[in-house]
C-alpha cells in the first residue's frame, strides 16, 4: 500500500491555556471511583456508543484497531453472564487465588457475589483480536494487541467518567464463557467486562483505592 499523507489539523494553545486544561482535565479524573453498587436505572445507548467511538481512538498496532465491544443491555444474557462469572469467582475466592493474591483483595471487600452483572443497563465485553486488519473482513496478523486493546480500555473508561457515569472495571478468571455468551470467535480473547452506569444510592468505595502514589513514587526526570 502507498504511504500517503494528510496535513493535521493542530490548534497551540497559550501556555496558561494548555496548564488550565491539564489541570481540569486530572481533577476531572481524580474524581473516577471503581464502584460495585449499580443502579439498575436506565442510560441512553447513545452514550454508550460514544464512549465505543472514542475507545476506538486509541493509537494501536499498524492502525489494525484490534479490538471488540461487545455491549450487553439488561436481559436473561446477563443473568446467563453473573451465573458463569459467579462460578469462577466461587473458585477463586475459595482458593484458587491462594493466600497473597486474596490478602492483597482484602482492603477491596470484593467476593464472589456479583449483583452488579444483572443490575447494571450496560456491560461491555471487551475483546482482543489476534488477528484482523484495517478492513471489515481482513484476516492478518495483529500487532501489540494486549497495549492497544488496554489503551482503548482506558479511553473507554475516561470517555464513560466524563460522561458522568461509574463504571467497574471487572475480570472473571478465565473469560471463556464470555466468548459464548457474546457469540465471539474462538481468535478473539476477552479482555475485561467493563460495568457501567449509575451508581446505586448509598454507594461506597473501598477507602484502601482513594489512595494514589505521589508524582515522586511513579516518575522519574532525567
Ligand atoms: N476478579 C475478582 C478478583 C479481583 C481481582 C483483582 I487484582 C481486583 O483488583 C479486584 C477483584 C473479582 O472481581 O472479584
Not at 481540569?24 to 460495585?36: D, L, P, S, V, Y
Not at 456508543?49 to 498496532?61: D, F, H, K, R, V
Not at 487465588?97 to 477491596?108: C, F, H, I, S, Y
Request: proline share 9%; with cysteine; glycine share 6%.
Amino acid at each position: 500500500m502507498t504511504h500517503d499523507t494528510l496535513p493535521l489539523d493542530f490548534t497551540e494553545l497559550p501556555e496558561p491555556e494548555m496548564r488550565a486544561q491539564a489541570l481540569a482535565f486530572f481533577e476531572a479524573m481524580k474524581t473516577r471511583r471503581t464502584i460495585r453498587d449499580f443502579s439498575d436505572r436506565a442510560v441512553p445507548r447513545d452514550l454508550i456508543e460514544t464512549a465505543i467511538l472514542t475507545a476506538g481512538t486509541a493509537p494501536n498496532g499498524a492502525n489494525h484497531q484490534p479490538w471488540w465491544f461487545s455491549v450487553l443491555g439488561q436481559g436473561p444474557l446477563r443473568t446467563q453472564l453473573r451465573e458463569a462469572a459467579e462460578a469462577e469467582e466461587r473458585a477463586f475466592y475459595e482458593g484458587k487465588a491462594g493466600e497473597e493474591w486474596l490478602d492483597a483483595l482484602a482492603p477491596l471487600g470484593t467476593d464472589a457475589n456479583k449483583p452488579f452483572l444483572e443490575t447494571a443497563p450496560w456491560i461491555i465485553a471487551v475483546f482482543a483480536q489476534r488477528r484482523g486488519g484495517p478492513n471489515p473482513g481482513d484476516h492478518k496478523k495483529n500487532y501489540y494487541v494486549s497495549e492497544s486493546v488496554g489503551i482503548a480500555c482506558g479511553l473507554l473508561i475516561a470517555s464513560l467518567h466524563q460522561t458522568g457515569l461509574a463504571t467497574l472495571t471487572h475480570t472473571p478468571n478465565p473469560m471463556s464463557f464470555l466468548s459464548e455468551i457474546c457469540e465471539r470467535p474462538k481468535d478473539e480473547k476477552p479482555v475485561m467486562l467493563i460495568v457501567t452506569g449509575y451508581p446505586a444510592n448509598g454507594a461506597t468505595y473501598p477507602a484502601h483505592a482513594a489512595s494514589k502514589k505521589p508524582l515522586d513514587q511513579i516518575s522519574d526526570f532525567r
